[in-house]
């Protein structure tokens, strides 16, 4: 077999997809509504066939080449959970996973990929949507696994643990193994950090980096209807202050030379993340260009599936597709 191809979908900033790539797939067709998202794909990787349409919206026989692909992935919205109890409730995620499963009709993917919350994969509160997929895709001839992964596992300097839904045609199915953990010692904020920290002269940069060893709490994005970015929930931004850092908002650029750190004297003397520095916290390369205003790039990392557990993940049904 040659090349694997995909096609994306909610594919936001393309954590998903990045992943995917670097597991040897080629993309045929990305697709996000979000103006910023769409800047981001395209501005990273000139190359790949990105639409800008929502994923309700979308029919396949205008775009043939999504069909026959070797794998749908979906990095879909997160449903309510624990970590978004405080956004409004809607039925949108929800219909966009049923929207993701009937995509699997038309297309005919080899494999899918769903990625989401963690409590998709066991929670009673998605009993119904777990019978909707096994039906449908024992109906198609896919056999299926739900699973968790923390991305922490996977070298992710982050506590993010992730809901997985994979699905193989059964001829395939059997060769597949969630992936197992690449990495035996987590990557602490501090060493993921400290290079960054130190590039404008912050003098205490070492300092800060050498009390900051524990992985992140979960980034979370909020919704558009949220306001400015913060790095989550007060429970997350607790975990940030033992940390050394102001979790209530995002700073513009990293400290230099002239700032104090005195986390003794509260928030106000503790250092900020920059929105390049959660990418890193995400597990993107320094390289990954997010576009937009900064709660909109904020946004989209916070949305993102780690690239890191989508290589993972690309690798694990690649081999499976191959055996």
């Known amino acids: 077999m040659s090349g694997l191809t995909f096609v994306d979908v909610c594919s936001g900033a393309g954590g ?25 794909l395209r501005a990273n990787r000139p190359h790949w066939n990105v639409l800008q349409a929502d994923l309700l919206d979308f029919d396949p026989s205008e775009h043939p080449q999504s069909y026959d692909v070797d794998l749908l992935s979906a990095g879909l919205p ?6 978004t109890a405080a956004r409004a409730e809607s039925g949108e ?24 919350v963690p409590t ?10 777990r019978e909707f997929a096994r039906a449908e895709l024992e109906h198609l001839g896919y056999e299926f696994n739900w699973f968790v992964l923390n991305a922490a596992d996977f070298g992710v300097p982050q506590d993010r643990q992730q809901g997985v839904l994979v699905a193989i045609k059964k001829q395939w199915f059997p060769s597949f193994r969630p992936p197992s953990p690449t990495v035996t010692d987590h990557v602490s904020v501090g060493e993921a950090l400290a290079p960054s920290m130190r590039s404008r002269g912050w003098r205490d940069a070492e300092l800060w980096a050498s009390q900051a060893t524990t992985v992140a709490p979960t980034l979370v994005g909020g919704s558009k209807n949220r306001g400015g970015a913060d790095l989550g929930p007060a429970g997350s931004k607790r975990k940030w202050e ?3 850092v102001n979790a209530h908002s995002l ?6 030379s002239d700032f104090a750190w005195a986390p003794g004297l509260g928030k106000e003397g503790m250092v900020k993340l ?9 597990g993107f390369p320094s390289e990954w260009e997010i576009t937009g205003r900064k709660t909109a790039r904020y946004r989209q990392i916070g949305h993102a599936s780690p690239p890191p557990v989508s290589e993972a993940l690309g690798r694990a049904i690649a081999r499976a597709l191959r055996s």
């Open 251 to 256: 700073g513009d650029e990293i400290p230099g």
């Open 242 to 244: 033992k940390l050394g």
């Open 93 to 116: 995620e929800e219909g966009l996973l049923r929207a993701a499963v009937y995509l699997a009709h038309a297309v005919g993917p080899r494999a899918l990929l769903v990625e989401n």
């Open 274 to 282: 920059t929105v390049d520095q959660a990418a890193l916290l995400q």
């Open 16 to 40: 998903l997809a990045l992943g995917l790539e670097l597991a040897g797939f080629e993309p045929r067709l990305l697709l996000d509504e979000d103006d910023d998202a769409c800047r981001t």
């Open 120 to 129: 998709l994969t066991h929670s009673d509160r998605f009993r119904d949507f």
């Open 78 to 83: 997160r449903v309510r959970s624990n970590a």
